[in-house]
């Protein structure tokens, strides 16, 4: 009797122990799909394949800056490129002294086009305009693959690019760079 009891537990444990394989087998499986459709949904939200050309993004990688308000600006008068207003809360005032809106990956210092009429300067835990020459919300210059700068032909076209900021720590007298990313559709 001991051994038939011995034998039918014996007979359940390879039962369940099947069982057992099927479904991490089926578990398995299914989780490998899962995993590969997220992997190419993943790559084409990065590929901007879902995002609106008619939204415009702005965003800094350095904390302590954001963009207050921002577009893409192109028209006919001469006057196209980003039109920027940039707060920043890190802890100092400081002094734009260089910036540099492109669609190049690398930069050097000699990249960025001078903010001229004084620089901007932006007190922290506040937003100013950063504008090119001496007019307020003058467009500060973009420039596209080709090295040539963002224009009235590129009006509705896509821009994708980058923001390299140079700036003065006016409490430290130290200077800084800082690198966001811009992407929208130019107006």
């Not at 008068?77 to 039109?83: A, C, V």
């Not at 002094?95 to 004084?118: E, H, K, L």
Request: hydrophobic share 40%.
């Amino acid at each position: 009797m001991n051994k038939f009891i011995k034998n039918l537990t014996a007979n359940r444990v390879v039962r369940f122990m099947r069982k057992a394989q099927a479904a991490m087998e089926y578990l398995i499986t299914y989780g490998w799909a899962v995993l590969i459709m997220l992997v190419v949904v993943g790559a084409m939200f990065y590929l901007g394949i879902f995002s609106s050309p008619n939204i415009t993004t702005c965003s800094f990688q350095t904390p302590g800056f954001a963009c207050f308000t921002n577009k893409l600006s192109s028209n006919s008068s001469g006057r196209s490129g980003l039109i920027l207003d940039l707060s920043q809360t890190t802890g100092h005032d400081i002094r734009i002294i260089g910036f540099n809106c492109t669609t190049s990956q690398t930069w050097t210092v000699t990249d960025f086009d001078g903010i001229t009429a004084g620089s901007v300067t932006i007190p922290s835990g506040s937003h100013a305009s950063v504008f090119n020459g001496t007019v307020t919300l003058m467009p500060l210059p973009c420039y596209k693959n080709d090295g040539s700068k963002l224009g009235p032909v590129d009006a509705g076209s896509y821009y994708r690019g980058k923001i390299y900021i140079h700036y003065w720590d006016l409490e430290t007298n130290i200077d800084h760079k800082v690198t966001g990313d811009i992407a929208g559709s130019v107006e």
